[in-house]
T-cell receptor, first 113, second 115 residues
Framework: AQSVTQLGSHVSVSEGALVLLRCNYS??????LFWYVQYPNQGLQLLLK??????LVKGINGFEAEFKKSETSFHLTKPSAHMSDAAEYFC???????????FGAGTRLFVKA | DAGVTQSPTHLIKTRGQQVTLRCSPK?????VSWYQQALGQGPQFIFQ???????QRGNFPDRFSGHQFPNYSSELNVNALLLGDSALYLC??????????????FGQGTRLTVV
């Protein structure tokens, strides 16, 4: 069965500092992996996806993530945080047929001025 | 492109009642998935519809049922509402044919409150 673990329910960084949000997955087959962002009272917006092409994936708003099979990780990073990055971030894993996508519990990112 | 649209945006129901939520997928998408997101938690997969059939189901009771129409739109029905059913219900659409695209696009959700 597939699962996702996001380490840290809350992460706080200063504006301009590195953002690192951690995600580990469990899957018996090579998965599709995603990061989504959710702003208050809104749906989820796709930041980036891994689909077995390049292991370093670049997304929108300066975010990127690296797929590390040996560590079963897919951590999200951004070199310099902006106040507008404050939101809830979800890591997700999907089977190869796209029939079921499992989400982590989420990490709330706080950005301090 | 209107994206994924859900209706209604907010809903208040009484325990024991039934509710129907609606979703129109993004143009070109043929697959609809439904999720329940309780406050402060990640989305929980309810089920997915493709070709008008339920293809996968999460760990939800039979009180939760759905339907997909020939135009790919979908409904989520919940019977015998419980207080614990209060949540944000998210609809996500994706594409399996003619080209499989794995990522899902989400609607803004329907906030259901059961009193």
């Amino acid at each position: 069965a597939q699962s996702v673990t996001q380490l840290g329910s809350h992460v706080s960084v200063s504006e301009g500092a590195l953002v690192l949000l951690r995600c580990n997955y469990s899957s018996s087959v090579p998965p599709y992996l995603f990061w989504y962002v959710q702003y208050p009272n809104q749906g989820l917006q796709l930041l980036l996806k891994y689909t077995s092409a390049a292991t370093l994936v670049k997304g929108i708003n300066g975010f990127e993530a690296e797929f590390k099979k040996s560590e079963t990780s897919f951590h999200l990073t951004k070199p310099s945080a902006h106040m507008s990055d404050a939101a809830e971030y979800f890591c997700a894993v999907s089977d190869t047929g796209g029939f079921k996508t499992i989400f982590g519990a989420g990490t709330r990112l706080f950005v301090k001025a | 492109d209107a994206g994924v649209t859900q209706s209604p945006t907010h809903l208040i129901k009484t325990r024991g009642q039934q509710v129907t939520l609606r979703c129109s997928p993004k143009s070109g998408h043929d697959t609809v998935s439904w999720y329940q997101q309780a406050l402060g938690q990640g989305p929980q997969f309810i089920f997915q519809y493709y070709e008008e059939e339920e293809r996968q189901r999460g760990n939800f009771p039979d009180r939760f049922s759905g339907h997909q129409f020939p135009n790919y739109s979908s409904e989520l029905n919940v019977n015998a509402l419980l207080l614990g059913d209060s949540a944000l219900y998210l609809c996500a659409s994706s594409q399996k044919a003619p080209k499989f695209i794995p990522e899902a696009f989400f609607g803004q959700g329907t906030r259901l409150t059961v009193v």
